[in-house]
């Protein structure tokens, strides 16, 4: 039988390449990645590295990946915020919020996202939100308009690099501090506030190193011109969509998991720390939430993973993920089959990475038992 | 003498009545202002709350335009709010439900609602009794009578193709013996039709591979008329003794060959339909369309997956591992793209796949995977002794699965189950981006039509889709429930 199936998808590969190849001939095509040199010949409306039309494909789908990157690392960690306050508010004693949170969830969880997208986009942004001549602002360095956001852009100088040295060392300090906390408090018992040490060292240092240079840091604000703004950092009204339909929709689904984390938690766990006299706030940081963590991460992982294969809806409302960039590379070249394996080839190393994080993560937190 | 230090020379304090004799205001303090924060927290999200319904009210219901025949209706000219234009709504539904379905001939979609409908609540229901013909009726003739409604039917299919059929079915009939006699005395009894099997196997296979006259049920001469003798031979061998004429086998097989030749020739009936090419379906038609076909395609498929992953066998272990993981590792989208403009690239030239079966296709796949995993998860939940048990009776292993192990599985991942039905429902949106109009597509169009040009046109749009697509996926959500509930034989603790 194995044999058998094994014959049979050698024979569907066979058959595949064979009319692949008489396919493409036939269209005056060939198979290759030669064409990711040329030149691309169209502009792309958000880049976070140097990008002009003259730029390679390539360039181009490099691009569309750190869009992809940067509209899923900010949905990760707004849906995470979000979902964690719902699913803890879900357990409310206080039934009204515990009925909000409920509201919320059976709506935005039964509603498509994309539809969630185009509400957000072509409804709340474009249509209610004002047109750049009369946009919303922020104590006037901020501005919101049906074009964006637009907000100060901070300009790093000569000698900002002490920041970044400071950062550095901050968090090896803080690390170590951690680590030295752990030693004592199993040693000796005695707790040492590690969070808030490190959080201070994060916030000194880098201020201190900043302090030492003189404060080279200086702001872009944006400018009103007759008509719309010069000047600052623009947030583009798709990334704004994108970035609220899906925080909002996969927020539904961790705060499901969060919940479900924390009703797994015995009740017996958190009367066993009431009886050895922890308070309230003890018993949720050090009894409940650490085994809640565990029944919730591996679902997180894989809500995070869906965030990020969802941020590919952003081709429907014209944000330049790696999707849209590809869809346009497809349209002017006709690589079909080349792009849809690029595409899957960086959506499956992602995939991967995160997948092996979970299993580390799980590994570690497994109870270890007897 | 004293009394004792512990005798009570008090009397107890009294203890608060029961909770169902408590009063409203205590049931308030107790769950709505029980502390400060607690009680800050309801009046905040109390007043949100409140504003938020009567803005909601407001904008579906007291501004709302009720009536008018063009967005005239819904522009406010002396300056007074206008909430819902739901005019539009009822203009649009027509084109929301049946797409650019040929007007005249909206009610074979109807029909063909009516009829899933009627298959449907009674499936669901579980008092109702005949669930096996229910199966029947919902996996079998109500697809076929769905397809022929819905197309119009009048394929034209060659005589060759029910020759192939018949060629085919007679070339499984070889296998026939092996199953009813055993492997062993099987092949010894139809030695010759085996022979004759293999002999038309090999030249139909060579046949192909050179691509000699390569149709999709044409078989050529020399490999048909071998098999019609190798059927020949081994129904003989079946019937002449007195075992393989009461056997379940013989009895599939014939049934099988009954139906495939009847819906042949259901699909080959001119029944003087206006054909409907695929182009003009649209709005909820297609959602459903597209949903249903990948739920009824993707269960099977997973299952067999899952049982893949869980094989002793490891090519099969590896195929099915390999096909779920790269599956669950890509976005949807990527799989609709390969489906859309890779698939024809696949395909020999000449065969010519439709827009609207490519994206079933890639749907059914996308999320077979997702279901593998979750019947995975029931087959592990499946305690070890229910497998040793199973094999200690004796049971073959396609019998310890349909008989032991995959009611027990199921039942554990039916929420999961529901849950992945609903995200597929969700996901069917998705087929807009490769050009199919489903129903947020058609509203999409709909909304854009200049006729009805109003600030609140889309709103209202938007707003009666949501509806439309949540009450969908919550009453699903809620029948998940029920499920559980009512299979929860178990001990809950």
Known sequence: MQALAVVVLLFLFFEVTQNMRSNLSRMNQDFGFAFLSKSAGFDIVQALVPYSTGSSYSRALFVGFLNTLLISALCIVAATFLGFLVGVMRLSKNRLAAGVATLYIEFFRNVPVLLQIFVWYSLVILQILPAPKNALAVFDIAYLSNRGMIMPLPIFGEGAIYGLVGLV???????????????RQNSTGKPFPKFWGSLGLVIVFPFCGLALAGFPITFDVPVRT????????????????????????????????????????????????????????????????????????????????GITKASSLAVAIGYPDLIAIGGTVLNQTGKAIELVSIWMVIYLCISLIMSSLMNWFNNRMKLVER | MVLA???????APKLPPPSNLKSIRHHLRENYFSSLGSGAMTVVLGSLLLWLAWRIVGFAIID??????????????????????????????????????????????????????????????PSVPYKMVNVVYLLVVFPLAAFVLLTGGNFDLSPGSYAGVVCLALL??????????????GTSRNSLGLALAGAAFILWGASFISQVDFTVFGVSLDSGLLSVASGCVSLWVILSDSVGRRSRALRFWSVGIVALL????????????VPVETAQW?????????????????????????????????AIRIMSVGFIEFVRGVPLITVLFMASVMLPLFLPPGMNFDKLLRALVGVALFSSAYMAEVVRGGLQAVPKGQYEGATALGLSYWQMMAKIILPQALKISIPNIVSNFIVLFKDTTLVLIIGLFDLLAMAQTGLRDAAWASPVTASTGYLAIALIYWAFCFSMSRYAIYTERRLHTGHKR
Request: proline residues 4%; charged residues 10%; contains cysteine.
């Open chain 2, 64 to 125: 709302a335009v009720w009536t008018g025949t063009s967005s005239e209706a819904c522009v406010s000219t002396d300056g007074t709010v206008i909430g819902a234009c739901w005019p539009v709504v009822s203009q649009k539904f027509g084109q929301w439900i049946y797409g650019f379905y040929p007007v005249a001939e909206r009610w074979r979609i109807n029909i063909c609602a009516v009829a899933f409908v009627a298959g449907l609540v009674p499936m669901l229901t």
């Open chain 2, 172 to 185: 499984v009939a070889a296998s026939l013996p092996l199953l009813i006699f055993g492997v062993d005395e």
């Open chain 2, 282 to 314: 649209g709005g909820l038609t297609v959602t459903l369309v597209v949903s249903i076909t990948g739920i009824a395609a993707s269960l099977p498929l997973g299952i067999l997956l899952a049982l893949g992953r869980q094989s002793n066998m490891p």
């Open chain 1, 226 to 305: 007759a008509f719309s703004f010069s000047g600052g950092l623009v947030v583009v009204p798709e990334l704004m969509a994108l970035f609220l339909a899906l925080s909002i929709y996969y927020a539904t689904y961790i705060a499901e998991a969060v919940r479900a984390g924390i009703q797994a938690v015995n009740h017996g766990q958190t009367e066993a720390a009431h009886a050895l006299g922890l308070t309230r706030g003890q018993t949720l940081r050090k009894v409940v939430i650490p085994q809640a963590m565990r029944v919730v991460v591996p679902p997180l992982i894989s809500i995070y993973l």
């Open chain 2, 262 to 273: 009847a819906s042949m020739l259901l699909l080959d009936i001119d029944f003087g339909l």
């Open chain 1, 169 to 183: 060392s901050a968090i090896v300090g803080g690390l170590a501090l951690v680590f030295w906390a752990n030693y």
């Open chain 2, 5 to 11: 230090t512990y005798v009570r020379d008090l009397e």
